[in-house]
């Protein structure tokens, strides 16, 4: 009799363990959070669809919380306490609060990826370059100097293999149709600047116009980088195809239907969720 109730203590002991385990597994490895905005150019949008549901996956799969809003009071410090990334889908905060609730977030440790036109600024324009720390010193770019249209693919050229977010990378890869961007500044010239990704020369001719000046023939195009003050990746990525000229605005291309590209994208979530 006591062999048995030992043997039924021991096996209760097991499924104890187990279901701890099984708890601990479901934990959240971090937290991620995104911001938006709803009323923006559809190219854009379109691609902010896509993020949300493809983080969103990628969550579910690989223990992680996505959460994405278009509520921009939330970029303040209570919130960000609660997050390890915070994500800029398209465009950067307005508010002189905001602004300085993600400074301070990024210089006490927190995690920032930036798509596309989370980047832009340019004077005059609606976007103007009025926030030094974030245009000048976070990103180091500076002003938008230029783009290519219509969005096209590239291939890219892993500057730095080594990198987390560049792990398992092929040497050069294709890239998602995009619109992309020259920035004023040399990024090459900046000491806490490290260079990922470029526009590789193969790609050349890159764009196709109708105007010339957005056919690029020739140039250093960086496109994936962090800062290594902070804990950070900008992608250039984050502009679809749109079909405008037939004026139904259908989608033309699609940025998260690329397998390696979306492997560069998990690695940097991952490398930034995890302190």
Known sequence: MWRSILKLLFVCLLCFQGARLLAGQRQPKFKVIAFYTANHEEAHTS????????????GRKHHFVYHATNDWTKLNKDTLSKYQVVIFLEVRPDSADQRKAFQKYMENGGAFMGFHFA????????????????????????EYGSNT??????????????HP??????????????EWYRW?????????????ASIDSTSFPLGTGPK???????????????????????FNMGHNDIDFDSNTKRQLSFTFHNKTQNQM???????????
């Not at 691609?47 to 990628?58: D, H, I």
């Open 184 to 196: 004023k500044n040399d990024l090459r010239k900046n000491p806490d600047i490290q260079i990922l």
């Open 265 to 275: 994208i998990l690695n940097a979530i991952m490398c930034l969720g995890r302190k």
């Open 149 to 162: 249209w219509r969005p096209t693919s590239a291939i890219l050229k892993v500057e730095d293999r080594k």
């Open 212 to 234: 010339p000046y957005e056919i690029w023939h020739s140039g250093y195009y960086p496109v994936v980088w962090t800062n290594t003050k902070y804990r950070m990746i900008y």
């Open 47 to 58: 691609f902010v669809r896509e993020a949300n549901e493809w983080f969103s996956k990628e």
């Open 119 to 142: 980047a832009f600024a340019l004077t005059p324009s609606a976007y103007p370059q009025n926030w030094d720390w974030y245009h000048e010193q976070f990103l180091g770019s500076g």
């Open 165 to 178: 977010a560049m792990k398992h990378l092929p040497e050069k890869f294709t890239a998602s149709a995009n």
